[in-house]
């Protein structure tokens, strides 16, 4: 079979994104723009991605790098053409099909391109072309047509009155052949309104050498939209978002509301979990079976197992969470929290760097910190980890079934010995040892009839 290889166009500026990150590097459903069709190469079979780089080429590189991409710089961004051939060094003996495609249309579908390159194959073509029809062209490249056959393809700026009628366009991928298409770019000029080696004119070039040229009508011309500016950005954002969360639902994910549930593309969901509206999961997270999610949570890069229930307004970032468990409302799990199953983490929560064993609860207004607590732990409401001494930050162990009453403050680094209670209101700051009651809080005083007195000081106007 003819090996693929994959060249990326990314060196452009993207002036009008008004931003100081590279057009490219944009994220759209969690990923940088160039991820998409960096993966979409990958899923037709190419073997190798050179992306061509040239405004902030050291972010893109660095951004792109995991992706399994090589990178050349094209210093100076004379054209498409010249872009291209920016690669040649680096595929340097290869000898098969040539996908062209760009850092800045990320909708592009697998289907699409395997289309395309179907089509390339069978027409045994030199150049083949991806288009569009679009009702307004407007600045697009013409697909110009001698009965069936392409001929050439005309910039906007470079159309005649009646190219510009055209309604054929350019999308700007294209299948090669190379080693041929580089010869072919060798000998393009520069002589046209913009003084830029046009990649365009390879179609031309193809022709006048006796080589095939095909085109390939995509079925939907949204998928070539190219992002220029952040209205695109948002738009093509709805459509992958639309996307993911089909996917995910034909996968036996249940979506309350798709127009107000936002999932990165990173995200895997298990069967049977419901994602009740305004949720948000980002990054790497993967959530397991029979989970429910929201209303209105913010998951980032953790992991839930099956059967957890994330209430609604919860935050929980960078953590990990076992089976039958039941977080908020309004919990805040932060980076470094490990629950270890079936626990309960009310409302008004927060953790952090929090291991906690099987079966311990904290259902309301409790603050764990740099802490790790054993099995069947029950934490009364108003509870505070003192983690924090001004300068460094100290651990709280709290041992199997410790049984901590209300609004106890454990100033760590303390540790709390298996099975003993803290009796209400205490501040703990010193080791507790297994099986015993720990209190400390000042003896009750009740003064018999003080506040009647009080009272009828008020009721003379002296008090
Ligand atoms: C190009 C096509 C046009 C097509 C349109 C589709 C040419 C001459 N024209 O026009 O027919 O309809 O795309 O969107 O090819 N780039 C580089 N280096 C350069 C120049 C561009 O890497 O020197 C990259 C850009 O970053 C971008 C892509 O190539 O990702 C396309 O370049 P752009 O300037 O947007 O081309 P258009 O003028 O829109
Ligand atoms: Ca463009």
């Known amino acids: 079979m003819t090996q693929i290889a994959t060249v990326i166009l990314a060196a452009g500026q993207g002036t009008r994104m008004r931003s100081k990150l590279p057009k490219v590097l944009h994220p759209l459903a969690g990923q940088a723009m160039a991820a998409y069709p960096l993966q979409v190469a990958n899923q037709v079979g190419s073997t190798r991605s050179v992306v061509v780089v040239g405004h902030g080429a050291e972010a893109v590189e660095e951004a792109l790098r995991p992706f399994g991409a090589d990178f050349v710089l ?18 340097t003996g ?8 760009c850092g ?8 699409t391109v395997r289309a395309l390159l179907e089509q390339h194959r069978r027409q045994q073509a030199t150049v083949s072309v991806l288009t569009a029809t679009l009702e307004n062209p407007f600045g697009y490249g013409r697909i110009v047509r001698r009965g069936d056959e392409v001929v050439r393809i005309v910039e906007e700026k470079d159309a005649t ?10 999308t700007g991928i294209y299948a090669f052949e190379a080693p041929s298409v580089f010869e072919l770019l060798a000998h393009v000029d520069r002589d046209n309104a913009q003084g830029e080696y046009y990649l365009t004119d390879s179609v031309a070039a193809a022709r006048a050498a006796g080589l095939r040229v095909c085109a390939c009508l995509i079925e939907d011309p949204r998928e070539a939209m190219g992002i220029n500016d952040r209205v695109q950005l948002a738009e093509a954002e709805a459509v992958l978002r639309r996307r993911i969360n089909q996917s995910l639902m034909r996968s036996g994910v249940t979506i309350i509301d798709p127009e107000t549930t936002y999932i990165d593309a990173t995200v895997e969901i298990g069967t049977d979990t419901v994602i ?26 953790s992991r839930l197992a099956d059967r957890v229930n994330i209430k609604a307004g919860c935050v929980v970032s960078e953590a990990r969470i076992g089976n039958d468990t039941d977080v908020g409302p309004m919990a805040h799990l932060r980076p470094g929290t490990v629950l270890a199953g079936e626990n309960k983490i009310g409302n008004f929560v927060e953790t952090k760097k929090a291991e906690v ?22 934490i009364g409401c108003g509870t505070i980890t003192c983690n924090y001494d001004g300068v460094n930050k100290h651990r709280t162990v709290i041992e199997d079934d410790v049984f901590v009453g209300s609004d106890t403050q ?29 209190i400390s809080r000042a003896e009750q005083k009740n003064i018999a009839g003080w506040s009647a007195r009080k009272r009828k000081k008020r009721q003379k106007g002296e008090g």
């Open 74 to 91: 094209q210093r100076q961004q004379l054209g498409t053409g010249h872009a291209l051939l920016a690669a040649r060094e680096a595929l």
């Open 94 to 101: 290869f000898n098969g099909t040539l996908l062209l495609l």
């Open 104 to 111: 800045d249309v990320p909708l592009l579908r697998e289907e």
């Open 161 to 170: 009155a009646a190219e510009r009628e055209l309604t054929e366009i350019n």
């Open 276 to 301: 009740q509206p305004g949720s948000c999961l980002r990054g790497g997270c993967i959530i397991g079976r029979d989970c429910s999610v929201g209303p209105h949570a913010v998951i980032t890069d």
């Open 357 to 378: 064993g099987l079966g311990s609860k904290a259902s309301h207004l409790t603050y764990l910190g740099d802490c790790e607590l054993g099995k069947g732990v029950n």
């Open 410 to 438: 454990f100033v760590a680094p303390v540790t709390i010995g298996r099975n003993s209670l803290i009796g209400a209101g205490s501040t703990i700051t010193k080791d507790v040892p297994a099986d015993a009651l720990a």
